[in-house]
């Protein structure tokens, strides 16, 4: 489960302010110590290796300060609720939130590797200026700092020729051993956060995500050590580089070039991400408050395919259609938390998750929750939950379409069981203020035991529609994705009869995958100038079909139709 994205992606005009920055501050830093004569002996020790580690360095600190908001999942659900705060087009930007966590923690990463790079080389450079024979300029900077009332330039004060020098500058120095430390622990953050860990081994991802904290840490005090030094402005007024650098044996010796002074750079990373900071900080107070209100689970459902329902009711929750929330069952993990969308409506009394059955921890919750037993689970034996959230997504805005495309694959048709759900119940009640006129729903599955524990669902609101004499406002169609052209046939054979023999509906269930072409030609041209909520719950595949059509078969006309693409990552 994961947050709803849609077709226009992440606005051209956010990524491009973003990338803007980043590309502005790395200009700017690169010349702050390219240029500048403070810097002017730093240069001639380290070479333009001095630059390149610490532009990267401004961006790190700018990255650093985004990468917590978009996680920050209570602010960004206040700001999507406050129509005063967010308008449409701004809370589709808000649902990209881990599409833009994640590009920043690819822009992490690659400073990170131009600044460990950079500063290799400066390392390098500096354990073999301190252990060069005197005569030049960078032995004459590296013994600055040896005699009293003398400030260092070189920060490396031992001399251990490279490769030793270098290791023991790695591990012994703060700003080294900080650096390695934070190094090792986004290496383990990115690597653990591929898709393919992520779905086979979530705890891994899980527990490896959570070295975040050992990086801010690491970040912090990375450069407490002032290891990047300047001529200072007092040492600058008495001492001209420009012209003392070619007297450098002269130093202190002549009244025109004393010795030069230097002093480090106070750490400025602190300043970036102490805001973002204590911002994760109080999400972290309030879903730790809010996860320790009692939930109670009121019943357990054992579905076909591997899936169980939870349904549970705690005081005070509210959801609206589509939301999700966070799960942690203490009897399986202290530590473990999972999402889940939302299955109930937000008409009924309890609210439910559908769990499928793909790993350790979603194993061990069906086994406390006894669904491996036959015999019936006295209410006392139920374990413990744990709930944080409800969370909002883009499926709250649904409703404000008049047209709707629902496409759910396999298990993601969970998020519209809350939806069609939700129109069942506003049907029964008062439709006059509905809003949502058409919906066409699509859902595409390998194995009709998927098909049971929705069909009683679909089989309501179809006679509820029939009942109102409105039967158009639900146009659905079930696929068969998995099944060859000779099972297909044995079920051809009952086409004609009233009910569908696999489903138990009116509908017909079709085998094979939609022509997805047709279905939006065909939408197209019965919904003219009318915007189209197209809503997914499926593979990346799947997504980007979804989205090529939603743009190709868009007017370029604004008074035309268009095609609005949202879609749910698992």
Avoid at 6 to 12: M, Y
Avoid at 56 to 73: D, H
Avoid at 303 to 320: A, D, I, N, V, Y
Wanted: aromatic residues 14%; charged residues 20%; glycine residues 6%.
């Amino acid at each position: 489960m994961g947050n709803w994205v849609v077709n226009e992606g992440l606005s051209i005009l956010v990524i491009l302010v973003w990338l803007g920055l980043n590309a502005f501050l790395f200009w700017w830093y690169y010349g702050v110590y390219d240029v500048p004569v403070k810097y002017h002996y730093s240069r001639v020790l380290l070479g333009s290796a001095l630059a390149w580690a610490r532009a990267p360095a401004a961006c790190l600190n700018f990255n650093c300060l985004l990468i917590l908001l978009p996680v920050c999942r209570n602010l960004l659900s206040f700001l999507r609720g406050s129509s005063a705060c967010c308008s449409t087009r701004i809370r589709r930007q808000l649902d990209r939130n881990l599409t833009f966590h994640k590009m920043v923690a690819w822009m992490i990463a690659l400073h990170t590797a131009i600044h460990t790079i950079a500063h290799l080389f400066n390392v390098e450079r500096c354990v073999d200026a301190r252990v060069e024979a005197k005569g030049t300029i960078q032995a004459a900077l590296s013994d600055l700092g040896d005699e009293q009332e003398e400030t260092y330039l070189n920060f490396v004060r031992k001399k251990i020729p490279n490769p030793e020098g270098g290791l023991y500058v790695a591990f012994t120095y703060l700003a080294g051993l900080s650096g390695v430390i934070i190094t090792l622990a986004l290496i383990l953050i990115i690597t653990s956060s591929t898709k393919t860990i992520r779905r086979s081994y979530f705890e891994v991802f899980w527990y490896t995500h959570h070295l975040f904290v050992i990086f801010f840490i690491g970040l912090v005090i990375h450069g407490a050590g002032r290891i990047v030094r300047g001529q200072t402005a007092e040492s600058l007024k008495k001492h001209d580089p420009k012209i003392c650098e070619k007297n450098f044996t002269q130093w202190g010796k002549i009244p025109s070039c004393p010795i030069p002074q230097f002093a480090g750079n106070p750490p400025m990373t602190w300043k970036w991400v102490v805001v973002p900071m204590i911002l994760y900080f109080f999400e972290r107070l309030v879903r730790f408050w809010r996860s320790q209100q009692k939930v109670v689970i009121t019943k357990v459902v054992n579905h076909p395919f591997k899936t169980f329902e939870l349904q549970m009711m705690k005081k005070g929750f509210k959801m609206e259609v589509g939301q999700y929330i966070f799960v942690q069952c203490p009897t399986v993990s202290h530590l473990e938390w999972h999402p889940f969308t939302l299955t109930s409506a937000p008409e009924e009394d309890y609210f439910s998750i559908h769990i499928r059955i793909v790993g350790d921890w979603t194993e061990g919750l069906s086994s406390a929750c006894g669904c491996d037993k036959k015999e019936f689970q006295e209410a006392w034996k139920l374990p413990k939950i744990l709930v944080d959230g409800p969370f909002g997504t883009a499926s709250e805005d649904v409703f404000s379409y008049e047209t709707v495309m629902l496409v759910g694959a396999g298990i993601g048709v969970t998020p519209f069981a809350s939806v069609l759900k939700s129109v069942w119940y506003k049907y029964c009640n008062d439709a006059t203020n509905l809003r949502l006129k058409k919906i066409y729903f699509y859902w595409l599955c390998r194995d009709t035991h998927a098909f049971e524990w929705f069909a009683d669902l679909l089989q309501s609101l179809e006679n509820q529609m029939q009942e109102r004499d409105n039967a158009g406002f639900l146009s659905y169609n079930i696929y068969l994705t998995g099944w060859d052209e000779s099972q297909a046939t044995h079920f051809t054979v009952h086409h004609d009869e009233e009910k569908d023999v696999i489903t138990g509906l009116k509908q017909k269930t079709l085998y094979g995958r939609p022509n997805w072409e047709n279905e939006f030609k065909t939408i197209a041209s019965q919904h003219p100038s009318s915007r189209v909520g197209v809503f997914l719950c499926g593979p990346e595949a799947l997504a980007e079909t979804l989205n090529k059509q939603c743009i190709n078969n868009s007017d370029a006309d604004p008074r035309g139709v268009h095609f609005i693409f949202n879609k749910e990552n698992f």
